[in-house]
């Protein structure tokens, strides 16, 4: 098995050589290699010797000589012109069915090569017929065993291999359908029906129907392609094929797929979803709404099946809307229209499921449906039966969080009032989907006196009740879940209905500090950065003294609570938001930022949780923009009313650079040179960048000796120096020697010197390369093109 797989590395690396590329040498050692297979039984004979003894590793290696082989030698082996090509090709066939995964993983590359070949320049049997099957040979591979029930209870197949093959064959599979087009659907339509009557069939049909779902995006664009001759003929049988394929697969509904397996019923509802404009364009209505109805009762199925199912409801109902807007419009008695009577039943079954995102999976498809409708009064039926049985649970819920208080606190007690607040954070995240997709432009719903409506502000006006009794329950206040889903949605008014919120924004400003007092969430810190957003720019003289305060206030509680409850390790997400924050502070509100008597404390706080976080992914990012921002306010791209303010508080700024700039300076090389995650490097060298434009122009004495090379000696020089002389700071790293130190001073000093806010972009590249040399993926000679520029 050794000598087979040192043989087949050996072999593959001459293969792969380019060197030879073209030349006659190399013809006629591919001619030689390729005659061998039918002659010696060169590839096949110890493919066949490995299987027989099990040797998956030495069937691996063969398969990859063997694939590399054929791609790099694809143009030659698709004329089949020389002996062995027509060989190597059933060879690299017989590998994709082989039951190692790696191994079949391995043919597929050629496929791909293969494709790009213009078929007028492959030999007719490498065409459709090739192909017809190849895509036969992958029906069976990413099928699932016929006796596989969960993966937990399956031993053979590996999850992850599984789905990694799963992932790998879409590609080839689109090729495959380019190639074939109608007749990769009859052909997949014919497994689904041979194994329609067979007990273990229903892997094939899964296997099927995960084929289809992979060139739904090109059949779709297909069934829509205008065109006549040979594209209308393949365009109308392929319409015609799935819209029979569909009506075999929803016989008997969805408790007969779920009998022959859950894992067809979940293949079954995908395939509905990814085929929704089909369905628009080649079912009636009635049929898209069984459909529907197929959909909703696949809902209730295990939570795969479900997600799935919820999915395809979306799909559908937005992909089919010019059919079902028609009956939808039409003012009926609650639930006799068949339209919103599908949408009341998918809402009031993915309610029970449980599943956030099956929820507002399938609220955004209601409501996108219901707001395109042209009748208001329609529309008011159709976003009031949506949202009814969310309102309906809510107020359940909160009524079990009410009585539980005059309760004794045992067991029970507590889970049924967490089970109550995940039920309320659920329907709160499905109302949420609601406010965001129900408006319209005003101009689209003019009553019959001229007069204007929005389909919001009726929502509002139903949701906000809740919306209060939550704010005022200690309970709500205190699940993480809840108050995060409750900020989301007044987060989402916030954003879709300004103007109507704007008369409560005081109240809301107020639970929200209460909530952050309480919890210290960093949701609470989220949607005080969303309001600063919205109103910060607008704001008058008054309102933006009540920032200011809000800013202060926030600030203050955040360093008690990171002072005498949690440090800011322990808490990264409070410091993510605070700091995020007030970066949107700076953006849009800059003068409650810049006036805020907090400003230097904020400023110092945000310099020590750097150290403090030591590299932690968000909360470090936030800082360093914050950071970056507030030091570089110059570059930004404000108004000229808030550059205006930026300057007249300019002062407090440099202060606090001048303070904290080489503490900065130091920590941003730390951070590059190995201190932080290499993903943080783009944010470090922002930082690092902002604080050196300011500092460069600043003398700090006489000049600097490093390395016996005299340095120009600014502020920026002497911060630079002193981090790269600190070598606990750096490191041990062999190749940081003194003479690379002082390169590193000269190069970063004069490219800022030189170009100024043009350098950015070499200044941030140079970072990149040092903290390259301090992992020891480069060497210092990286340097070079810097010193010659």
Same mark, same amino acid.
């Given at each position: 098995?050794?000598?087979?797989?040192?043989?087949?590395?050996?072999?593959?690396?001459?293969?792969?050589?380019?060197?030879?590329?073209?030349?006659?040498?190399?013809?006629?050692?591919?001619?030689?290699?390729?005659?061998?297979?039918? =002659?010696?039984?060169?590839?096949?004979?110890?493919?066949?010797?490995?299987?027989?003894?099990?040797?998956?590793?030495?069937?691996?290696?063969?398969?990859?000589?063997?694939?590399?082989?054929?791609?790099?030698?694809?143009?030659?082996?698709?004329?089949?012109?020389? #002996?062995?090509?027509?060989?190597?090709?059933?060879?690299?066939?017989?590998?994709?069915?082989?039951?190692?995964?790696?191994?079949?993983?391995?043919?597929?590359?050629?496929?791909?090569?293969?494709?790009?070949?213009?078929?007028?320049?492959?030999?007719?049997?490498?065409?459709?017929?090739?192909?017809? $099957?190849?895509?036969?040979?992958?029906?069976?591979?990413?099928?699932?065993?016929?006796?596989?029930?969960?993966?937990?209870?399956?031993?053979?197949?590996?999850?992850?291999?599984?789905? &990694?093959?799963?992932?790998?064959?879409?590609?080839?599979?689109?090729? =495959?359908?380019?190639?074939?087009?109608?007749?990769?659907?009859?052909?997949?339509?014919?497994?689904?029906?041979?194994? %329609?009557?067979?007990?273990?069939?229903?892997?094939?049909?899964?296997?099927?129907?995960?084929?289809?779902?992979?060139?739904?995006?090109?059949?779709?664009?297909?069934?829509?392609?205008?065109?006549?001759?040979?594209?209308?003929?393949?365009?109308?049988?392929?319409?015609?094929?799935?819209?029979?394929?569909?009506?075999?697969?929803?016989?008997?509904?969805?408790?007969?797929?779920?009998?022959?397996?859950?894992?067809?019923?979940?293949?079954?509802?995908?395939?509905?979803?990814?085929?929704?404009?089909?369905?628009?364009?080649?079912?009636?209505?009635?049929?898209?709404?069984?459909?529907?109805?197929?959909?909703?009762?696949?809902?209730?199925? =295990?939570?795969?099946?479900?997600?799935?199912?919820?999915?395809?409801? @979306?799909?559908?109902?937005?992909?089919?809307?010019?059919?079902?807007?028609?009956?939808?419009?039409?003012?009926?008695? $609650?639930?006799?229209?068949?339209?919103?009577?599908?949408?009341?039943?998918?809402?009031?079954?993915?309610?029970?499921?449980?599943?956030?995102?099956?929820?507002?999976?399938?609220?955004?498809?209601?409501?996108?449906?219901?707001?395109?409708?042209?009748?208001?009064?329609?529309?008011?039926?159709?976003?009031?039966?949506?949202? =009814?049985?969310?309102?309906?649970? /809510?107020?359940?819920?909160?009524?079990?969080?009410?009585?539980?208080?005059?309760?004794?606190?045992?067991?029970?007690?507590?889970?049924?009032?967490?089970?109550?607040?995940?039920?309320?954070?659920?329907?709160?995240?499905?109302?949420?989907?609601?406010?965001?997709?129900?408006?319209?432009?005003?101009?689209?719903?003019?009553? /019959?006196?001229?007069?204007?409506?929005? #389909?919001?502000?009726?929502?509002?006006?139903?949701?906000?009740?809740?919306?209060?009794?939550?704010?005022?329950?200690?309970?709500?206040?205190?699940?993480?879940?809840?108050?995060?889903?409750?900020?989301?949605?007044?987060?989402?008014?916030?954003?879709?209905?300004?103007?109507?919120?704007?008369?409560?924004?005081?109240?809301?400003?107020?639970?929200?500090?209460?909530?952050?007092? &309480?919890?210290?969430?960093?949701?609470?810190?989220?949607?005080?950065?969303?309001?600063?957003?919205?109103?910060?720019?607008?704001?008058?003289?008054?309102?933006?003294?009540?920032?200011? %305060?809000?800013?202060?206030?926030?600030? $203050?509680?955040?360093?008690?609570?990171?002072?005498?409850?949690?440090?800011?390790?322990?808490?990264?997400?409070?410091?993510?938001?605070?700091?995020?924050?007030?970066?949107?502070?700076?953006?849009?509100?800059?003068?409650?930022?810049?006036?805020?008597?907090?400003?230097? /404390?904020?400023?110092?706080?945000?310099?020590?949780?750097?150290?403090?976080?030591?590299?932690?992914?968000?909360?470090?990012?936030?800082?360093?923009?914050?950071?970056?921002?507030?030091?570089?306010?110059?570059?930004?791209?404000?108004?000229?009313?808030?550059?205006?303010?930026?300057?007249?508080?300019?002062?407090?700024?440099?202060?606090?650079?001048?303070?904290?700039?080489?503490?900065?300076?130091?920590?941003?090389?730390?951070?590059?040179?190995?201190?932080?995650?290499?993903?943080?490097?783009?944010?470090?060298?922002?930082?690092?960048?902002?604080?050196?434009?300011?500092?460069?122009?600043?003398?700090?004495?006489?000049?600097?000796?490093?390395?016996?090379?005299?340095? %120009?000696?600014?502020?920026?020089? $002497?911060?630079?120096?002193?981090?790269?002389?600190?070598?606990?700071?750096?490191?041990?790293?062999?190749?940081?020697?003194?003479?690379?130190?002082?390169?590193?001073?000269?190069?970063?000093?004069?490219?800022?010197?030189? &170009?100024?806010?043009?350098?950015?972009?070499?200044? @941030?590249?140079?970072?990149?390369?040092?903290?390259?040399?301090?992992?020891?993926?480069?060497?210092?000679?990286?340097?070079?093109?810097?010193?010659?520029?």
């Amino acid at each position: 098995e050794e000598i087979l797989k040192a043989a087949s590395k050996a072999l593959a690396e001459s293969i792969m050589q380019p060197s030879d590329v073209g030349t006659a040498a190399r013809a006629e050692a591919v001619r030689i290699i390729l005659s061998a297979i039918p =002659s010696h039984g060169f590839l096949a004979a110890p493919l066949a010797y490995c299987s027989s003894n099990e040797w998956d590793e030495a069937s691996h290696s063969l398969a990859c000589l063997a694939s590399d082989l054929a791609t790099e030698e694809v143009e030659t082996i698709a004329a089949c012109q020389i #002996p062995g090509c027509a060989e190597i090709v059933e060879i690299l066939l017989r590998l994709q069915r082989h039951p190692f995964q790696p191994v079949a993983i391995s043919a597929l590359e050629f496929w791909l090569a293969l494709q790009d070949i213009p078929t007028e320049e492959r030999h007719p049997s490498l065409a459709a017929p090739l192909f017809g $099957q190849l895509v036969d040979g992958l029906v069976t591979r990413v099928s699932y065993p016929p006796t596989f029930t969960n993966w937990e209870n399956e031993f053979e197949l590996d999850c992850q291999e599984f789905d &990694e093959m799963r992932r790998m064959v879409a590609d080839v599979l689109v090729s =495959s359908y380019f190639l074939l087009r109608c007749s990769y659907l009859e052909q997949l339509a014919n497994v689904i029906q041979s194994s %329609q009557s067979d007990q273990n069939g229903w892997a094939a049909t899964e296997s099927a129907l995960f084929c289809l779902c992979s060139v739904s995006r090109e059949v779709c664009a297909r069934v829509k392609a205008r065109g006549v001759g040979t594209v209308a003929a393949d365009r109308d049988a392929t319409a015609r094929g799935l819209v029979q394929l569909v009506q075999m697969l929803c016989q008997g509904g969805a408790e007969t797929a779920a009998r022959r397996h859950p894992l067809v019923l979940t293949m079954s509802a995908s395939f509905l979803g990814s085929y929704a404009p089909v369905w628009n364009v080649c079912c009636s209505a009635e049929n898209i709404l069984g459909l529907l109805q197929y959909l909703v009762a696949a809902v209730g199925s =295990s939570p795969k099946t479900s997600a799935a199912a919820a999915k395809s409801i @979306k799909l559908v109902l937005i992909g089919c809307s010019s059919k079902l807007l028609p009956i939808a419009s039409t003012i009926s008695a $609650q639930n006799s229209n068949p339209v919103t009577a599908v949408m009341s039943a998918a809402i009031e079954a993915v309610l029970t499921t449980n599943h956030v995102e099956n929820l507002t999976l399938v609220t955004e498809g209601c409501t996108r449906l219901s707001v395109q409708i042209k009748d208001t009064d329609a529309i008011r039926q159709s976003l009031s039966i949506i949202a =009814s049985p969310m309102m309906r649970i /809510s107020h359940q819920a909160m009524d079990i969080m009410r009585s539980s208080s005059s309760v004794v606190n045992d067991g029970g007690t507590a889970a049924r009032v967490e089970a109550a607040c995940q039920t309320l954070s659920s329907c709160l995240c499905g109302l949420r989907e609601v406010v965001r997709f129900c408006e319209r432009p005003a101009q689209d719903l003019t009553k /019959s006196d001229n007069s204007t409506w929005r #389909p919001l502000a009726d929502v509002m006006s139903a949701i906000w009740p809740l919306l209060n009794d939550a704010s005022s329950s200690n309970v709500c206040r205190a699940h993480e879940d809840v108050l995060s889903c409750l900020l989301d949605l007044h987060g989402q008014l916030l954003a879709s209905a300004t103007d109507l919120v704007a008369p409560h924004f005081s109240q809301l400003i107020t639970f929200v500090v209460q909530a952050y007092e &309480e919890t210290h969430l960093p949701c609470t810190l989220d949607y005080v950065g969303d309001a600063v957003e919205l109103f910060g720019g607008k704001a008058d003289e008054g309102a933006e003294v009540s920032f200011n %305060q809000l800013l202060a206030h926030l600030s $203050q509680r955040t360093y008690v609570y990171v002072t005498q409850e949690k440090r800011p390790n322990e808490c990264p997400q409070v410091i993510r938001a605070l700091f995020d924050m007030a970066r949107r502070y700076l953006l849009f509100c800059p003068g409650a930022l810049s006036k805020c008597p907090e400003f230097s /404390s904020l400023f110092a706080f945000a310099v020590a949780c750097l150290a403090e976080c030591k590299g932690e992914r968000d909360s470090t990012r936030a800082t360093l923009n914050f950071l970056s921002q507030v030091i570089g306010w110059r570059t930004l791209r404000l108004s000229e009313a808030a550059q205006a303010t930026l300057e007249a508080s300019a002062n407090t700024i440099d202060e606090a650079i001048a303070q904290h700039g080489e503490t900065l300076t130091r920590t941003c090389i730390g951070g590059l040179s190995g201190g932080g995650p290499q993903m943080l490097w783009p944010a470090y060298s922002e930082c690092f960048f902002a604080v050196i434009v300011n500092a460069i122009g600043r003398s700090n004495g006489p000049p600097i000796q490093m390395n016996g090379h005299a340095s %120009q000696n600014t502020v920026a020089h $002497q911060w630079i120096y002193s981090a790269l002389s600190d070598d606990t700071l750096l490191g041990n790293v062999p190749a940081l020697t003194v003479e690379v130190k002082s390169s590193v001073l000269q190069l970063l000093c004069g490219l800022v010197l030189r &170009e100024g806010l043009k350098s950015k972009p070499r200044v @941030k590249m140079l970072l990149g390369d040092f903290g390259k040399i301090c992992k020891g993926d480069e060497t210092p000679d990286a340097l070079i093109a810097y010193s010659l520029s």
